[in-house]
């Protein structure tokens, strides 16, 4: 009778378990869409802690199940992938081990006063050769924007323009890391002949280069980040203000500008922490 009586009890509570599927503990009232909740006032959930070897370690746990979650608490640097772990809550997305949560950083430096070029050859820009120590490992996404305009048309015929081909990169502990071209112009407009103001001399019209580049950094270590423009070849160009081109141009320069002066066309380097070893 006492063994009928135990059974009985078992297979209420076991019913009871699977007939409602959720569990909680330090709790009675549960949440609808838990299956699991805890609570507590001063305790928390204590995740597995795990040593993984890399991003894509299958051995420390075999047969990884997707959405699986640990903490790591190794250190692995690995130059030249993006296989490195750091102490932290991972979970494994049924190929690698993936951080849940990236801490933010960025930086941006602009260009502090504009380049007069006057020579083909390498001018690095102004205020933006930068040693930097990131904070944590990991991808970083370097983005470089740049403006390069050309003086005003030598033969000014009407409707003339000249040309100007230059090229902005970036050197990360001189090392060339991305570089791209810039061809510009400028451009001679008479109206005159067309009851216009008189003619205009369009003096630099910028063009605008934009690059990006995804660049793998270790914490504590220094980086020279140096961004480098280069003059090719101009023709028709009538030097200026002391130059035949310009990186990041003055505004107040411009035709008939009536008095504004800003960094618009300013080079900027920006650097950004896009995934966390």
Known sequence: MKSNYIY?????????????A????????????????????????????????????????????VGLMIYNTSTVTINGNDTSVTPGLYYWDGAKWTRIFTQGWSRQFTQTSQNVVNTLGDIPINGLDQNITVPSSGIYRVSVTSYFGAAQVRNTNQFDENVATASIRLDI??????????????????DTATGGNGSINFFALSRQAVFHKDVELIAGQNYNFNVIGRL?????VNPAVGGFTYFGLDTSLYARNPGLTDNASRTKLTINLVQQY
Do not use: H, M, Y
């Open 8 to 20: 009985s009890c078992v297979f209420i509570i076991l019913f009871s378990f699977i007939s409602k």
């Open 173 to 190: 502990d001189g090392a060339t890391i991305a570089e791209k071209l810039i061809p510009t112009f400028s451009k001679f407009v008479d």
């Open 22 to 65: 959720q569990v909680g503990i330090a709790t009675s009232t549960l949440d609808a869409g838990a299956i699991f909740q805890v609570e507590s006032n001063d305790k928390g959930v204590l995740i597995p802690r795990i040593n993984l070897t890399s991003t894509i370690d299958q051995v420390t746990i075999a047969n990884p199940a």
């Open 232 to 236: 090719w070849d101009w023709s028709n």
